[in-house]
């Protein structure tokens, strides 16, 4: 007999065969710390490891993928999107000199599909792993009526640690300090509004069309996960002096690195350092889209920057090589009139 709620179109069942499903995949994303398994009411952390700092301090962070999951959707790939996620969340803290502890995540759905949600939490757990957080607890919540019953969103916190004196940030910015771009994989999580309404819409373009520049389908270039940075960038931030970094995320390169730039400072970033990726001209000529409006939308190659000594530097990008990730210096740190904009662009980026 079929209960009321399963009447209502919400299927208990299925989502414990959804549990059954992550359960390995959650069990792959643990670090010594967490207690318990899957299926408590909360996920157990031990923080007796908070003892062996002097001062410490906690950082977290809360985001979503936003309309990339609407392409997850659209061609029915989900196992990509949880990178995405972690990526946005472990790379929020680690700008700050916070290493990731755990993650916890929240997928909202019109019907649960056991399947489909198993590979979206395989994402987030295979993710969580390469940054070095466990993945300690979520939850799955079916929306019939409030969602079509193919859709579902998701979303997430993390939590990390840093010590006091570690803390990075806009007080530790000096004059004549470098900017040290780190290579996006893509266009990450951000400005998927734009990139739909362009491509898809305006353009008319399908998402299976095989686009010779990209060397793959549109839709394969705009799955293109999150790169996750922060085991990288903590090993720079162990081994050379770094003073800040920005998590190049919604409102581009220039208003993310003007939140880590104390007044009477700057950042100035030459774009003759970087060719943007083609996915990222393939947007702007579609749309004719202005040159301040694609900045303001998308990272244009650039994931992650980092403030540094000049000193800092020839260390700094041996061990991001070493990583895998293509770095560059793209400017610097000078001294601006108090009130005035913390970051500029100049120059034009070489085609």
């Known amino acids: ?70 392409i997850a959707q659209a061609l029915d790939r989900h196992d990509t999107i949880g990178y995405d996620l972690v990526g946005m969340l472990v790379d929020d803290l680690v700008v700050v000199g916070a290493e990731p502890w755990f993650v916890t995540d929240y997928i909202a759905c019109g019907r649960v599909v056991p399947e489909k949600v198993a590979a979206i939490v395989a994402g987030v757990a295979a993710a969580c792993a ?19 019953l ?33 290579a996006a994989s893509g266009l990450h999580a951000n400005g998927y509004s734009l990139v739909r309404q362009v491509c898809l819409r305006q353009a008319g373009w399908r998402l299976e069309r095989h686009v010779p520049e990209l060397g793959q389908t549109l839709g394969e270039a705009l799955l293109t996960p999150t790169r996750v940075y922060a085991p990288a960038v903590l090993e720079v931030m162990a081994a050379v002096e770094v003073h800040a970094g920005a998590h190049i995320t919604g409102g581009g390169l ?38 301040p409006d694609i900045e303001a939308s ?23 090589t070493a990583w895998g990730i293509a770095c560059w210096d793209c400017g610097q740190v000078e001294p601006v009139a108090a009130g005035a904009a913390r970051a500029k662009l100049v120059g034009r980026h070489p085609r």
């Open 298 to 320: 998308l990272n244009q190659g650039v994931g992650l920057a980092l403030i540094l000594p000049e000193a800092s530097l020839p260390d700094a990008q041996a061990l991001l």
């Open 254 to 291: 220039a208003a993310n690195l003007a939140r880590v730039v104390p007044d009477g400072l700057r950042v100035v970033v030459d774009r003759s350092t970087w060719t943007p990726p083609p996915i990222f001209a393939l947007v702007q000529a579609l749309g004719a889209v202005s040159q």
């Open 150 to 182: 193919w859709e579902y969103d998701l979303a997430g916190a993390t939590t990390g640690v840093v010590e006091r004196d570690r803390l990075l940030g806009p007080e530790r910015v000096r004059d004549q300090d470098r900017i040290l771009a780190l």
């Open 1 to 70: 007999m079929t209960s009321a709620y399963a009447a209502s179109g919400v299927d208990v069942a299925a989502g414990e065969r959804a549990v059954e499903l992550m359960r390995d995949h959650v069990r792959a994303a643990r670090r010594p710390e967490v207690l318990g398994g899957l299926g408590g009411f909360a996920g157990l952390f031990d923080a007796s490891a908070l003892k062996g700092f002097d001062h410490p301090v906690l950082a977290s962070s809360t985001d979503g993928v936003g309309t990339k999951v609407a």
């Open 130 to 148: 390469e940054a070095g957080a466990a993945l300690i607890g979520g939850e799955t919540a079916e929306h019939p009526g409030l969602m079509e």
